[in-house]
C-alpha cells in the first residue's frame, strides 16, 4: 500500500516535473481522500488513511512550490466512489445518495482542476464534509470505529459463510436501519456536544499540563525501545527512560555510535541494554528484512511496554522535487514512515498480548500546525502519515491497553536544525533535546497528539491564527531564503 498509494506516486510525479517546470506550465492532480482530510481516524484502514494524508500534504506543498513555476498542484479527497475498491455494505446503507458514479465524478473532477491545492469535486461530497466538520474528533472516533468493526465483521461473516448470504444480507440491513436512526441521533445532539466540548477544551488542557506525570514503568513495562538513541532528541530521550529505571533496547545504524551509547547510559543509570544495527534505510529490502528478524529476537519474552519511534531524516532540504535524486527522497519515505510502520508492527503483538503499553512516533508541527513546508515537500509528508497513522492507531488500540501518541514539535535544537535557525528569532522557542525530553514524558499516554513544550504550544497557537495563504507566502519565502544561504555556503 505504501509503495503504490505514496512512493510511486511521489516518484511519478517526479518524472514529470522537469518537463512541465521547463514548459512553465502542467497540472497535477493526486488523489487523496476525505477519510484522511475530512475525518480525524479511520481505523482498521489506518495505513491507506495514513498514505492519503501523505498525499494531501505532497499536493500542497507541492502546490506551493510550482505555482510560481505555471505548474498547478492540486490534491482531489472524495469520499466514497461507487468503484470496486467500496464495499457493497457501504454502497447499500445511508452514504448512498452520497456516492457518485466514477463518470459523474470524473465529469466534476475535471471542473475543478486548476483551482487550490484541495478539493472535493462532486456537491454530494461537499455537503459530507461540511457535516463531518461540526461533529467533535472524539465522536468521529467512535463512529468510526463502530462503523469500520461493523464492516469488519460483515466481511468476515461473507467468507465463512457464503452460503448464508440471505440471512447475512437482512442482518446488514437491520443494523444499517439501526445506523441511520443513531446518525439521526449524533447530528442533532452534534451542535450541542460541539459547543460543549469547545468551552472546556481549554479547562482540559490545563489540567492535562499540570497533571502528574505517569509511572512509566509501572504503568506499561520494565523495558521501553528507542530508535535512533545515538544523538539529537533519542539521546535524550533514552536517558530520561533510563533515569526512570526503565531497561533499553537501543536501535540505530551505526554500531559504534550504539556501542557508545549503551555504555554511556549504563554508566549513569542502573539498567540493562540491549542493541539492535539496525539500518532503517533498508526496509522492505532483503537486508532490511533480515534487520527486522533480528530485531524481533531482540524483543521476544520482554516486558516491551514503551516505543519511541524517533529515527527520522530531514534531508534533503531546501530543494524542489524536481532538483534532486528521487532516491534521497525514497530513503526518507523508508526511514521516516515505512521503517515506523514496520517496527510499530512488530512490537505490538506483544503489547497487544500484555495489555498494556505505549507508543510513541515522532512526528511535526511542519505537519500539524503549518499548511505548506515548500522545499521541505518530503520531510513534511512524511510526517503527516506518521500523524494520522498515529490517530488512528489510538483509536484501534486504547481499549486494548495501549496508548498511541504522535509528539509534533517546532524546531529542537538538535543537528538537524540549521544554524540560521537556531540564530533567528525562533531560538526563543528553541527548547535543548534534554528539555523536550523532560516534557515529552510527561505527556506520554495522554492523547493522540501533543507538542509537549510550552514554548511549542505558545507556536502553535500563534500558527492557527494566520490564513494558510499567510502561511504558504511566508514558509516560502523563509525557506528561498533558506536555501540560498545553503548553497552559498556549498
Ligand atoms: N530537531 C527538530 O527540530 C525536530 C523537530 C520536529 C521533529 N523532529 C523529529 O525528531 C526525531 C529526532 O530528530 P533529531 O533532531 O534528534 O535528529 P538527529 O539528531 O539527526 O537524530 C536522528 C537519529 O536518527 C538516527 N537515524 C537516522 N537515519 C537512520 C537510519 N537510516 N537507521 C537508523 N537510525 C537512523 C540517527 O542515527 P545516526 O546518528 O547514526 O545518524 C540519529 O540517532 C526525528 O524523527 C525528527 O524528524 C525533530
Same mark, same amino acid.
Given at each position: 500500500?505504501?509503495?503504490?498509494?505514496l512512493?510511486?506516486?511521489?516518484?511519478?510525479?517526479?518524472?514529470?516535473?522537469?518537463?512541465?517546470?521547463?514548459?512553465?506550465?502542467g497540472?497535477i492532480? #493526486?488523489?487523496?481522500s476525505?477519510?484522511s482530510?475530512?475525518?480525524?481516524?479511520?481505523?482498521?484502514?489506518?495505513?491507506?488513511?495514513?498514505?492519503?494524508?501523505?498525499?494531501?500534504?505532497?499536493?500542497?506543498?507541492? !502546490?506551493?512550490?510550482?505555482?510560481?513555476?505555471?505548474?498547478?498542484?492540486q490534491?482531489?479527497?472524495?469520499?466514497?466512489?461507487?468503484?470496486?475498491?467500496?464495499?457493497?455494505?457501504? /454502497?447499500?446503507?445511508w452514504?448512498?445518495?452520497?456516492l457518485?458514479?466514477?463518470?459523474?465524478?470524473?465529469?466534476?473532477?475535471?471542473?475543478?482542476?486548476?483551482?487550490?491545492?484541495?478539493?472535493?469535486?462532486?456537491?454530494?461530497?461537499?455537503?459530507?464534509?461540511?457535516?463531518?466538520?461540526?461533529?467533535?474528533?472524539?465522536v468521529h472516533?467512535?463512529?468510526r470505529?463502530?462503523?469500520?468493526?461493523?464492516?469488519?465483521?460483515?466481511?468476515?461473516?461473507r467468507?465463512?459463510?457464503?452460503?448464508?448470504?440471505?440471512?447475512?444480507?437482512?442482518?446488514?440491513?437491520?443494523?444499517?436501519d439501526?445506523?441511520?436512526a443513531g446518525?439521526?441521533?449524533?447530528?442533532?445532539g452534534?451542535?450541542?456536544v460541539?459547543?460543549?466540548?469547545?468551552?472546556f477544551?481549554?479547562?482540559? !488542557?490545563?489540567?492535562?499540563?499540570?497533571?502528574?506525570? /505517569?509511572?512509566?514503568?509501572?504503568?506499561?513495562?520494565?523495558?521501553?525501545?528507542?530508535?535512533?538513541?545515538?544523538s539529537?532528541?533519542?539521546?535524550?530521550?533514552?536517558?530520561e527512560?533510563a533515569s526512570r529505571?526503565? #531497561?533499553?533496547?537501543?536501535?540505530?545504524?551505526?554500531?559504534?555510535?550504539?556501542?557508545?551509547?549503551?555504555?554511556?547510559?549504563?554508566?549513569?543509570?542502573?539498567v540493562?541494554?540491549?542493541?539492535?544495527?539496525?539500518?532503517?534505510?533498508?526496509?522492505?529490502?532483503?537486508?532490511g528484512?533480515?534487520?527486522?528478524?533480528?530485531?524481533r529476537?531482540?524483543i521476544?519474552?520482554?516486558?516491551?511496554?514503551?516505543?519511541v519511534?524517533?529515527?527520522?531524516?530531514?534531508?534533503?532540504?531546501?530543494?524542489?522535487?524536481?532538483?534532486?535524486?528521487?532516491?534521497?527522497?525514497?530513503?526518507m519515505?523508508?526511514?521516516?514512515?515505512?521503517?515506523?510502520?514496520?517496527?510499530?508492527?512488530?512490537?505490538?503483538?506483544?503489547?497487544?498480548?500484555?495489555?498494556?503499553?505505549?507508543?510513541?512516533?515522532?512526528?511535526?508541527?511542519?505537519?500539524?500546525?503549518i499548511?505548506s513546508?515548500?522545499?521541505?515537500?518530503? !520531510?513534511?509528508?512524511?510526517?503527516?502519515?506518521?500523524?494520522?497513522?498515529?490517530?488512528s492507531?489510538?483509536?484501534?488500540?486504547?481499549?486494548?491497553?495501549v496508548?498511541?501518541?504522535?509528539?509534533?514539535?517546532?524546531f529542537?535544537?538538535?543537528?538537524?536544525?540549521?544554524r540560521a535557525?537556531?540564530?533567528?528569532?525562533?531560538?526563543?522557542?528553541? %527548547?535543548?533535546?534534554?528539555?523536550?525530553?523532560?516534557?515529552?514524558? /510527561?505527556?506520554?499516554?495522554?492523547? %493522540?497528539?501533543?507538542?509537549?513544550?510550552?514554548?511549542?504550544?505558545?507556536?502553535?497557537?500563534?500558527?492557527?491564527?494566520?490564513?494558510?495563504?499567510?502561511?504558504?507566502?511566508?514558509?516560502?519565502?523563509e525557506?528561498?531564503?533558506l /536555501?540560498?544561504r545553503?548553497?552559498?555556503?556549498?
Amino acid at each position: 500500500m505504501v509503495r503504490v498509494n505514496l512512493w510511486a506516486l511521489t516518484e511519478v510525479t517526479a518524472a514529470v516535473l522537469p518537463g512541465m517546470v521547463e514548459r512553465r506550465r502542467g497540472a497535477i492532480v #493526486n488523489m487523496g481522500s476525505a477519510s484522511s482530510e475530512a475525518i480525524p481516524s479511520f481505523p482498521l484502514s489506518t495505513m491507506y488513511a495514513a498514505t492519503k494524508r501523505y498525499v494531501a500534504k505532497f499536493s500542497r506543498s507541492l !502546490y506551493v512550490e510550482y505555482r510560481s513555476k505555471g505548474i498547478d498542484v492540486q490534491c482531489q479527497a472524495p469520499f466514497f466512489v461507487a468503484t470496486r475498491i467500496v464495499p457493497s455494505a457501504i /454502497r447499500n446503507n445511508w452514504l448512498s445518495p452520497f456516492l457518485p458514479t466514477p463518470d459523474a465524478y470524473a465529469a466534476a473532477a475535471t471542473r475543478w482542476i486548476g483551482h487550490g491545492p484541495l478539493c472535493s469535486p462532486t456537491v454530494a461530497h461537499q455537503l459530507l464534509w461540511c457535516l463531518a466538520g461540526v461533529l467533535p474528533d472524539a465522536v468521529h472516533d467512535w463512529l468510526r470505529l463502530r462503523e469500520h468493526r461493523r464492516l469488519r465483521t460483515l466481511s468476515f461473516q461473507r467468507i465463512r459463510a457464503a452460503s448464508a448470504t440471505g440471512r447475512t444480507k437482512a442482518k446488514s440491513a437491520a443494523e444499517d436501519d439501526r445506523s441511520r436512526a443513531g446518525m439521526a441521533l449524533h447530528l442533532s445532539g452534534s451542535r450541542g456536544v460541539y459547543t460543549a466540548t469547545f468551552s472546556f477544551r481549554l479547562l482540559a !488542557y490545563l489540567a492535562l499540563c499540570l497533571r502528574q506525570p /505517569r509511572d512509566l514503568r509501572r504503568h506499561y513495562g520494565a523495558w521501553a525501545m528507542v530508535t535512533g538513541p545515538t544523538s539529537g532528541i533519542g539521546w535524550s530521550v533514552a536517558l530520561e527512560l533510563a533515569s526512570r529505571g526503565i #531497561n533499553l533496547v537501543l536501535l540505530d545504524l551505526d554500531a559504534a555510535n550504539l556501542q557508545e551509547t549503551s555504555d554511556m547510559i549504563k554508566s549513569r543509570h542502573a539498567v540493562t541494554t540491549k542493541t539492535v544495527v539496525f539500518d532503517l534505510s533498508l526496509v522492505g529490502t532483503p537486508q532490511g528484512d533480515e534487520s527486522m528478524r533480528r530485531l524481533r529476537a531482540a524483543i521476544e519474552g520482554l516486558d516491551l511496554g514503551l516505543l519511541v519511534n524517533n529515527a527520522g531524516v530531514s534531508k534533503p532540504s531546501g530543494a524542489y522535487l524536481h532538483e534532486v535524486d528521487v532516491e534521497a527522497w525514497v530513503k526518507m519515505v523508508r526511514v521516516n514512515l515505512w521503517a515506523l510502520t514496520e517496527v510499530t508492527a512488530a512490537v505490538l503483538p506483544g503489547m497487544v498480548q500484555r495489555r498494556r503499553g505505549a507508543i510513541v512516533n515522532m512526528g511535526s508541527a511542519s505537519s500539524e500546525a503549518i499548511p505548506s513546508f515548500p522545499l521541505s515537500n518530503i !520531510y513534511a509528508a512524511t510526517k503527516r502519515y506518521v500523524a494520522k497513522f498515529s490517530r488512528s492507531l489510538y483509536v484501534e488500540y486504547r481499549n486494548k491497553g495501549v496508548d498511541v501518541q504522535c509528539q509534533a514539535p517546532f524546531f529542537v535544537a538538535t543537528r538537524m536544525v540549521p544554524r540560521a535557525i537556531r540564530d533567528n528569532w525562533l531560538s526563543s522557542f528553541l %527548547p535543548t533535546p534534554d528539555a523536550y525530553a523532560a516534557a515529552a514524558m /510527561r505527556w506520554i499516554g495522554h492523547g %493522540p497528539l501533543c507538542s509537549p513544550t510550552v514554548g511549542h504550544q505558545l507556536l502553535w497557537c500563534l500558527a492557527r491564527v494566520l490564513p494558510d495563504a499567510v502561511h504558504d507566502w511566508l514558509r516560502l519565502r523563509e525557506h528561498l531564503r533558506l /536555501r540560498a544561504r545553503l548553497r552559498s555556503r556549498e
